[in-house]
């Protein structure tokens, strides 16, 4: 698609449920990137892909946090076992990987822990 | 570390009045620089950057000058728009590639006409 495209854009979930986030990036962007925001902690790095390499998950919350990207494209962020501290907008983002490009953000996914 | 500090907001101004949220960052390296900008219900988008000291950065009205020596890149604008209304975030990023984008808190912008 022209832009990046985030799913589901809103999700309300029970405490201790898994929940899967997907991303899918601008055609042909090499680099995909993960970042939470949220009400007085700003936006934080999760995790940053190199084709479906994952050279940097520092920012990554807890264990309970996981991120895979398959075929060079498509990202799924899960989140086990969800706490209400995880109750954030979930943001990806996607550039074609080379120095000084842009990097292009998706809308969010909105997720509310209950 | 690195790190990205703007002035909190929300900061109000009517139609036409000058904007300046001020950035400053700490960070090993050289950094490159950046705003985004996000409008009510809508993505972060680029409005600026820049990538070396002494660079301005510049786009619909709005620019920043990258500060080496007062480790500052302080977005300004002359006249704002009540369109302008968004929240906008100070970022860097160091290294060979654009990842890892370090922001600042966002400061919320209101024009009132």
């Known amino acids: 698609g022209a832009g990046v495209s985030q799913s589901p854009s809103n999700k309300v979930t029970e405490k201790g449920k898994d929940v899967e986030l997907r991303c899918d990036p601008i055609s042909g962007h090499t680099a995909l990137y993960w970042y939470r925001q949220s009400l007085g902690q700003g936006l934080e790095f999760l995790i940053y892909?190199?084709?479906?390499?994952?050279?940097?998950k520092s920012g990554l919350p807890s264990d309970r946090f996981s991120a895979e990207r398959t075929g060079g494209s498509v990202s799924t962020l899960t989140i086990q076992r969800t706490q209400q501290e995880d109750s954030a907008v979930y943001l990806c983002?996607?550039?074609?990987?080379?120095?000084?490009?842009?990097?292009?953000f998706g809308e969010g996914s909105w997720l509310t822990v209950v | 570390g690195n790190s990205v500090t703007q002035m909190e907001g929300p900061v109000t101004l009517s139609e036409e009045a000058f904007l300046t949220i001020n950035c400053t960052y700490t960070a090993t390296g050289y950094p490159s620089l950046f705003w985004y900008v996000q409008y009510p219900g809508e993505g972060l988008q680029l409005l600026l950057k820049?990538?070396?000291?002494?660079d301005k950065g510049s786009n619909k009205g709005f620019e920043a000058t990258y500060r080496k020596e007062t480790t500052s890149f302080h977005l300004e604008k002359g006249s704002v728009q009540v369109s302008d209304s968004a929240v906008y975030f100070c970022a860097l990023t160091v290294g060979g590639s654009q990842g890892n984008l370090i922001f600042g808190k966002g400061t919320k912008l209101s024009v009132k006409p």
């Open positions: 892909f190199q084709g479906n390499s994952a050279p940097d």
């Open positions: 820049a990538t070396k000291a002494d």
């Open positions: 983002a996607s550039s074609p990987g080379r120095r000084g490009n842009t990097i292009y």
